[in-house]
């Protein structure tokens, strides 16, 4: 049925699609079909609910403020999940006794949903002063983040169970290029929605019909994660007896780690470069007092990027097989600092630098994106993994909080000074990106030092306890064995390219 595919560029992520969700070596295929289909409706979800729509909301929430107001509370809502992620630090004590965790799961993700599509346009529609409002939809905001924060650890925990070693990196790498397209695609179609409902001034109109069409696929996304299996939660620690963890154990088991809190280190340096911008870059875009950019015209930087999201995605999932996590990680942070530069460029006047900006961030994606995709559960030991993943993500979150914050002190620092580069006048919103740029690149060097760090040490910085999961006959399971440190130069990724 696929054979019209084979083409080079496609070729490896059908082998990728046959081999997770056509073989059933490990017993679980049922689980990985959830998986692909749960995560794929959960994606539509969010397509009509979050992206245009939510900073489209903050723009009808905020439009009419002043500028002071405008930025102060820009920064909280920037600032407020990062907060709000704290509640990951409970979700060990939830479920790391539950032998059974989909109830809860399914229970925190209802409340979520919740919030964001019922809350959030309620508060908007409110006649209330703008005082009132702000605060109003930062509470909703808080406890829609709380919640889904909660339960990511244990989301996380339950469901790499059906992506064992053979397939796992290439089976993100496939998600990630399906993720691409469908992304591009809904954004170029609701754009269009967007465009259609902005010139008949009934924006919020054009909201409420997508939060409507969402539940049909929360419905379904429920459907297919409840046909996941769940695996045996701290196995290691019943067989020594025991048949809860301690609180001592969910407290300090991750801290033992060695390997672990170095993938925790690096995860919170390279928050604190991604998130400084925080949402005023986002809204600059589509703001009329800024770049004055339509929906239509984001939809198109994002539509050119599709094809080169296919082409090198898989280049990258070699290079990873390669040169190891980490050194593509790096390479990757090195890469990603010429987009925050073009993203300074951005004005109205010089509206095509986005797309050629989406183009590239595009062919370079998955060199930073794959390594973080995988970080937590290259490190993270087998038991009492949903604490491990817990501090992993919150101290993820808390970083980005106060990058974000720092951000909108930067903004505020900054309100009504642009300035002049090359013949443009940038304004700050634009030009927060040189900061951005910086951090990035700060945080290259210390996964760089990293690696030397360990490389003297005489360890591989790519070793984990999951590849025991891999199939020991299994020729796929062998391809996916990562080198020695010592071959893993992080700077001669690009040197050569893979024969077919």
């Given at each position: 049925?696929?054979?019209?595919?084979?083409?080079?560029?496609?070729?490896?992520?059908?082998?990728?699609?046959?081999?997770?969700?056509?073989?059933?070596?490990?017993?679980?295929?049922?689980?990985?079909?959830?998986?692909?289909?749960?995560?794929?409706?959960?994606?539509?979800?969010?397509?009509?609910?979050?992206?245009?729509?939510?900073?489209?909301?903050?723009?009808?929430?905020?439009?009419?403020?002043?500028?002071?107001?405008?930025?102060?509370?820009?920064?909280?809502?920037?600032?407020?999940?990062?907060?709000?992620?704290?509640?990951?630090?409970?979700?060990?004590?939830?479920?790391?006794?539950?032998?059974?965790?989909?109830?809860?799961?399914?229970?925190?993700?209802?409340?979520?949903?919740?919030?964001?599509?019922?809350?959030?346009?309620?508060?908007?529609?409110?006649?209330?002063?703008?005082?009132?409002?702000?605060?109003?939809?930062?509470?909703?905001?808080?406890?829609?983040?709380?919640?889904?924060?909660?339960?990511?650890?244990?989301?996380?925990?339950?469901?790499?169970?059906?992506?064992?070693?053979?397939?796992?990196?290439?089976?993100?790498?496939?998600?990630?290029?399906?993720?691409?397209?469908?992304?591009?695609?809904?954004?170029?179609?609701?754009?269009?929605?967007?465009?259609?409902?902005?010139?008949?001034?009934?924006?919020?109109?054009?909201?409420?019909?997508?939060?409507?069409?969402?539940?049909?696929?929360?419905?379904?996304?429920?459907?297919?994660?409840?046909?996941?299996?769940?695996?045996?939660?701290?196995?290691?620690?019943?067989?020594?007896?025991?048949?809860?963890?301690?609180?001592?154990?969910?407290?300090?088991?991750?801290?033992?780690?060695?390997?672990?809190?170095?993938?925790?280190?690096?995860?919170?340096?390279?928050?604190?470069?991604?998130?400084?911008?925080?949402?005023?870059?986002?809204?600059?875009?589509?703001d009329e007092k800024g770049a004055n950019l339509s929906y239509l015209f984001l939809s198109i930087a994002s539509i050119c990027g599709i094809p080169c999201s296919i082409l090198m995605m898989s280049f990258w999932s070699k290079k990873i097989h390669q040169r190891g996590w980490l050194p593509v990680l790096a390479t990757g942070m090195l890469l990603t600092i010429p987009v925050y530069l073009m993203n300074c460029f951005v004005t109205a006047q010089t509206a095509p630098i986005y797309i050629v900006s989406a183009v590239?961030?595009?062919?370079?994606?998955?060199?930073?994106?794959?390594?973080?995709?995988?970080?937590?559960?290259?490190?993270?030991?087998?038991?009492?993994?949903?604490?491990?993943?817990?501090?992993?993500?919150?101290?993820?979150?808390?970083?980005?909080?106060?990058?974000?914050?720092?951000?909108?002190l930067f903004i505020a620092a900054t309100n009504g000074h642009p300035i002049l580069l090359f013949g443009l006048t940038i304004e700050n919103r634009s030009y927060i990106y040189l900061v951005s740029a910086a951090l990035l690149l700060a945080a290259m060097f210390v996964v760089l030092l990293l690696i030397r760090s360990e490389k003297k040490q005489g360890q591989s910085v790519e070793k984990t306890p999951e590849a025991e999961t891999a199939l020991p006959d299994s020729e796929d399971s062998q391809k996916s064995e990562?080198?020695?440190?010592?071959?893993?130069?992080?700077?001669?990724?690009?040197?050569?390219?893979?024969?077919?």
């Open positions: 049925m696929l054979r019209f595919m084979k083409i080079p560029i496609i070729q490896p992520y059908i082998d990728t699609y046959k081999l997770g969700l056509h073989d059933n070596r490990d017993g679980l295929m049922i689980s990985r079909r959830g998986y692909f289909w749960g995560n794929l409706f959960c994606s539509f979800a969010g397509y009509v609910t979050d992206g245009i729509f939510y900073t489209t909301l903050l723009l009808l929430l905020l439009g009419d403020a002043d500028t002071e107001t405008y930025t102060y509370y820009m920064g909280l809502i920037g600032a407020v999940p990062g907060i709000a992620a704290l509640s990951m630090l409970f979700s060990a004590f939830l479920f790391e006794h539950r032998k059974k965790r989909k109830p809860m799961v399914f229970l925190l993700r209802g409340i979520y949903y919740f919030c964001n599509i019922v809350l959030f346009p309620v508060i908007v529609m409110l006649p209330l002063d703008i005082h009132i409002k702000a605060p109003l939809f930062l509470v909703a905001l808080f406890l829609k983040t709380s919640v889904v924060n909660l339960s990511n650890p244990a989301i996380n925990d339950w469901h790499i169970y059906c992506l064992p070693e053979f397939c796992r990196s290439d089976f993100f790498a496939m998600n990630s290029v399906l993720s691409t397209v469908l992304n591009a695609l809904f954004t170029f179609l609701l754009g269009l929605y967007m465009d259609y409902f902005k010139a008949n001034q009934q924006l919020l109109l054009g909201i409420l019909i997508m939060r409507g069409v969402s539940l049909l696929f929360i419905a379904l996304e429920f459907g297919h994660f409840n046909r996941m299996e769940e695996p045996e939660y701290n196995k290691g620690l019943e067989e020594q007896g025991q048949t809860r963890p301690t609180i001592k154990q969910i407290l300090f088991s991750p801290l033992k780690s060695k390997p672990f809190m170095t993938a925790v280190i690096i995860y919170a340096v390279y928050n604190m470069a991604i998130g400084f911008p925080g949402s005023f870059f986002s809204t600059y875009l589509i590239y961030g595009a062919l370079i994606s998955g060199c930073m994106g794959l390594p973080i995709s995988n970080l937590v559960f290259l490190r993270a030991p087998k038991d009492l993994r949903t604490s491990c993943i817990a501090l992993f993500f919150t101290t993820g979150s808390l970083s980005s909080a106060l990058s974000a914050y720092l951000g909108s990562l080198p020695e440190e010592e071959d893993s130069d992080p700077m001669s990724i690009l040197d050569s390219q893979d024969e077919e």
